[in-house]
């Protein structure tokens, strides 16, 4: 069906930014729905963000203003844009698209 791999993760500075990529194979131009999820050291996985096919995107509120998801459905890519990174955004960052499917991750360190 649909195969998703993660890559753009990391060791930044607080401040920093980074550019989360999701390379999907399959029937991706279909997909109405795809997000970014994270999961920090000993905590669950939780949505960061999401966007449909109509541009409509959402945010976890501690993002907002600082990430900018997005998608080239020609290129079948899920982008996550991540600016003024803080240390709470360290995670292993997952893409996810409607139906179930998962990647397996990219690291994201925000530290000195």
């Known amino acids: 069906q649909v195969q998703l791999m993660e890559s753009g993760g990391g060791l930044v500075q607080p401040g920093g930014s980074l550019r989360l990529s999701c390379a999907a194979s399959?029937?991706?131009?279909?997909?109405?729905?795809m997000a970014w999820y994270r999961q920090a050291p000993g905590k669950e996985r939780d949505f960061v963000a999401r966007i449909f096919l109509s541009g409509i995107t959402n945010y976890r509120d501690s993002v907002k203003g600082r990430f900018t998801i997005s998608r080239d459905n020609a290129k079948k890519m899920l982008y996550l844009q991540m600016n003024n990174l803080k240390p709470e955004d360290t995670a292993v960052y997952y893409c996810?698209?409607?139906?179930?499917?998962w990647g397996q991750g990219t690291l994201v360190t925000v530290s000195e």
């Open positions: 399959g029937s991706i131009f279909s997909i109405n729905l």
């Open positions: 996810y698209t409607e139906g179930g499917n």
